[in-house]
């Protein structure tokens, strides 16, 4: 994510009171953004939602092909890939994914969320 997303994520999250989450958000978000860049191609984009105590992060692409499932962090030991969504599946409360149809386009949206107790 470039720089200019992340201060704006920290920024909605500061105005909304959930600094609190910052710092997770801001990991989690990278991580979904980065998978989705970095494993299709076409276009990609965020999603934040606060709703109820959640705050939902979520990572479209254009690729309908389910993730890699994510390992154990312990796992993966010095690997250099693999990490995205093991520190997901680590950090988030929930995560999953979803494929999605509109307008005849086919991808994903790979999602996780925090509550705010967390």
């Not at 499932?69 to 950090?91: I, N, S």
Request: net charge neutral.
């Amino acid at each position: 994510m470039t720089a200019a997303a992340i201060r704006t994520l920290r920024l909605i999250l500061t105005m909304h009171g959930l600094i609190g989450l910052a710092d997770t958000a801001e990991l989690l978000a990278t991580e979904l953004v980065a998978n989705a860049v970095r494993h299709t191609k076409g276009p990609a984009a965020l999603r934040v939602r606060w709703a109820a105590g959640v705050l939902r992060i979520g990572a479209w692409d254009a690729d309908p092909e389910p993730p890699e499932p994510p390992q154990e962090l312990t796992r993966l030991g010095e690997a250099e890939e693999g990490r995205g969504l093991a520190l997901v599946r680590a950090c988030a409360d929930l995560w999953g994914w979803q494929p999605l149809t509109r307008d005849g386009n086919r991808g994903k949206y790979v999602w996780c969320e925090l509550t705010s107790a967390a």
